[in-house]
T-cell receptor, first 110, second 113 residues
């Protein structure tokens, strides 16, 4: 059974702080890793993808991948109240379906 | 210029009824998906179609039947609705038959009473 685990939270951070979201996965054959953001009552929106070990930065977002530890993380710098949402980690092995974690709810207080 | 659209947005119906949800994408993508998100927000794949061909069919009751008339459309028909079918159903699409970067529709909130 392929699994993707996330701490459901809520993770609460003050405005301007760094939010750190973590995800572990069980299938060592996984090749692609994604972070989706979902606002309450809305659909998931892709914000980051990462395919190789290391860091990938996009604006205030940094995705980190460690395949040896089967660990993916998302860092949000200078967190804003508008970042308050549920963040879904998703993983796939080539040719199969995306497996989503249950999401971590982030709350950024002003 | 909606990329992935679904109708209806809300659907309230009684147990035992049959209902359909429609999805259309104008992104030119080859692959379309149906996901179910339950009350605990867990998002799970149900079906995947690539160029009108069923690719993924997860463990879903056979009361659920997807239909893809062309690669831009993927509909979901549900027979004999049950209380446990209440959820938000999301359609998504991606550019090829590798579930890489997916674009989601707005969702259909189904409530079975």
């Amino acid at each position: 059974q392929k699994e993707v685990e996330q701490n459901s939270g809520p993770l609460s951070v003050p405005e301007g702080a760094i939010a750190s979201l973590n995800c572990t996965y069980s299938d060592r054959g996984s090749q692609s890793f994604f972070w989706y953001r979902q606002y309450s009552g809305k659909s998931p929106e892709l914000i980051m993808s990462i395919y190789s070990n290391g860091d990938k930065e996009d604006g205030r977002f940094t995705a980190q991948l460690n395949k040896a530890s089967q660990y993916v993380s998302l860092l949000i710098r200078d967190s804003q109240p508008s970042d308050s949402a549920t963040y879904l980690c998703a993983v796939n092995q080539a040719g199969t379906a995306l497996i989503f974690g249950k999401g971590t709810t982030l709350s950024v207080s002003s | 210029d909606t990329a992935v659209s679904q109708t209806p947005k809300y659907l309230v119906t009684q147990m035992g009824n049959d209902k359909s949800i429609k999805c259309e994408q104008n992104l030119g993508h080859d692959t379309m998906y149906w996901y179910k998100q339950d009350s605990k927000k867990f998002l799970k794949i149900m079906f995947s179609y690539n160029n009108k061909e069923l690719i993924i069919n997860e463990t879903v009751p056979n009361r659920f039947s997807p239909k893809s008339p062309d690669k831009a459309h993927l509909n979901l028909h549900i027979n004999s609705l049950e209380l446990g079918d209440s959820a938000v159903y999301f359609c998504a699409s991606s550019q090829d038959n590798i579930p890489d970067e997916q674009y989601f529709g707005p969702g259909t909130r189904l409530t079975v009473t």
